[in-house]
Nanobody
């Protein structure tokens, strides 16, 4: 059974930093595409950073590019999201997702595996 467990969320002031973690189990880490999504109140869930280990390709949404960095530790089967220069509009529930398909296909059909989410609140 695929399991994804996010941690690291919290309350931070604008301009600050947070690092989210996604501990994974139940699948071969390097065989999947894994990414971070977020959903702010009243808004649709959006993909913000993804990585596919088959070709080491990455994707960043324009809203986070240059501020957020996705990374991974294959020994720990863990995905990270380093978030710097946080803004109030980054306030959202952040989810980790994983799927054996390349993330380019996620626009057609969402990833099949999701974590429970972790809240990030940025105060202005």
């Amino acid at each position: 059974e695929v399991q994804l467990v996010e941690s690291g969320g919290g309350l931070v002031q604008a301009g600050g930093s947070l690092r989210l973690s996604c501990a994974t189990s139940g699948f071969t880490f390097g065989d999947y595409a894994i990414g971070w999504f977020r959903q702010a109140p009243g808004k649709k869930r959006e993909g913000i950073a993804c990585i596919d280990f088959s070709d080491d390709s990455t994707y960043y949404a324009a809203s986070v590019k240059g501020r957020f960095t996705i990374s991974s530790d294959h020994d720990k089967n863990t995905l990270y999201l380093q978030m710097n220069s946080l803004k109030s509009e980054d306030t959202a529930v952040y989810y980790c997702a994983a799927d054996p398909r390349h993330f380019n296909l996620w626009v057609i059909k969402e990833p099949r595996n999701w974590g429970q989410g972790t809240q990030v609140t940025v105060s202005s």
